[in-house]
């Protein structure tokens, strides 16, 4: 059964950088696709990073291409967000995010979720 479970979001000024993690279950990363998403109140949830391991597939969102960088610890079960340069515009909750399946794209093509965690950066 797949779980996921992030943690290490928080409150930092802009400019200053966070770094998310999900700790992941009953994934394997040669035949899953890994996500992060965000979604902010009253807007539609947005993609941040999708990669697939076995396709050498990585994807960064436009508005984070750039600032934010994906990792995998596949010892540890672990996958990382790395954000730099964080501006009030990437306040949201972040949530990381599965699909059973080498091909992803958009946010619905992923079943398994985590719980999200806040980031919040002020001016």
């Known amino acids: 059964q797949v779980h996921l479970v992030e943690s290490g979001g928080g409150s930092v000024q802009a400019g200053g950088s966070l770094r998310l993690s999900c700790a992941t279950s009953g994934v394997t990363y040669s035949d899953y696709c890994m996500g992060w998403f965000r979604q902010a109140p009253g807007k539609e949830r947005e993609g941040v990073a999708q990669?697939?391991?076995?396709?050498?597939?990585?994807v960064y969102g436009t508005s984070v291409k750039d600032r934010f960088s994906v990792s995998l610890d596949t010892a540890n079960n672990m996958m990382f967000l790395q954000m730099n340069s964080l501006t009030p515009e990437d306040t949201a909750m972040y949530y990381c995010?599965?699909?059973?399946?080498?091909?992803?794209?958009?946010?619905?093509?992923?079943?398994?979720w985590g719980q999200g965690t806040q980031v919040t950066v002020s001016s």
């Open positions: 995010a599965a699909h059973e399946g080498i091909y992803c794209r958009y946010w619905q093509d992923f079943e398994y």
């Open positions: 990669y697939q391991d076995r396709q050498g597939y990585l």
